[in-house]
């Protein structure tokens, strides 16, 4: 069974640091582009950050461009968010995801399946 | 940068009934779409990729159609199991991928 499983989250105020894990079971964790996913509380769902599957390749959404860093050990099958500089305006469930689709011409087009049961980050005084 | 435009925001229906979700695009995006199932406290499920391709598990009842700017989701006939959330996302626009507001189905 594919299997996604989130840890790290937890309260942090302004400024300050966390890094979130995310430990990927019953598939080949290396073959695979990764992500985060994010949900503000009562919110719809915001894209984070992808990683290629040797790490070669990354991407951010702007908001977080400078402050977070993916990167992934496939040693370990697992996958790392480092969170740096936190805003209250990053307080949300953050989902671990498998990033499915095909690669053409230098990008790659994909959807997100499975997901992990997230990890909530709360920043706040 | 391509706006998502998910609706209705809240549809309030009854067990039985056919709902369709709509999500327009600011620009045409083929049928790079896909669409997810949230219930609450739970991680969203993939439903539907390439705008109309069902994932292994999804029930027959759910279907995905549309191409260019104008995409719909729609539930056949509505279980109790599938009041939830739904979110459309677009993956034309790689790296940044982006997520329609959601639909909220709720029991009439």
């Known amino acids: 069974e594919v299997q996604l499983v989130e840890s790290g989250g937890g309260l942090v105020q302004p400024g300050g640091s966390l890094r979130l894990s995310c430990a990927a079971s019953?598939?080949?964790?290396?073959?695979?582009?990764m992500s985060w996913v994010r949900q503000a509380p009562g919110k719809g769902l915001e894209w984070v950050a992808n990683i290629k599957q040797d790490g070669s390749e990354k991407y951010y959404v702007d908001s977080v461009k400078g402050r977070f860093t993916i990167s992934r050990d496939n040693a370990k099958n697992s996958l790392y968010l480092q969170m740096n500089s936190l805003r209250a305006e990053d307080t949300a469930v953050y989902y671990c995801a498998r990033y499915l689709g095909y690669c053409s011409g230098g990008s790659c087009y994909g959807w997100f399946d499975p997901w992990g049961q997230g990890t909530l980050v709360t920043v706040s005084s | 940068v391509i706006w998502m435009t998910q609706s209705p925001s809240l549809l309030s229906a009854s067990t039985g009934d056919r709902v369709t979700i709509s999500c327009r695009m600011s620009q045409g995006i083929s049928s790079y779409l896909a669409w997810y199932q949230q219930k609450p406290g739970k991680a969203p499920e993939l439903l539907i990729y390439?705008?109309?391709t069902l994932q292994s598990g999804v029930p027959s009842r759910f279907s995905g159609s549309g191409s260019g700017t104008d995409f719909t989701l729609t539930i056949s006939c509505l279980q109790s199991e599938d009041f939830a959330t739904y979110y459309c996302?677009?993956?034309?626009?790689?790296?940044?991928?982006?997520f329609g507001g959601g639909t909220k189905v709720e029991i009439k």
């Open positions: 390439a705008a109309s």
């Open positions: 996302q677009q993956y034309y626009s790689f790296p940044s991928l982006t």
């Open positions: 019953g598939f080949t964790f290396s073959s695979y582009w």
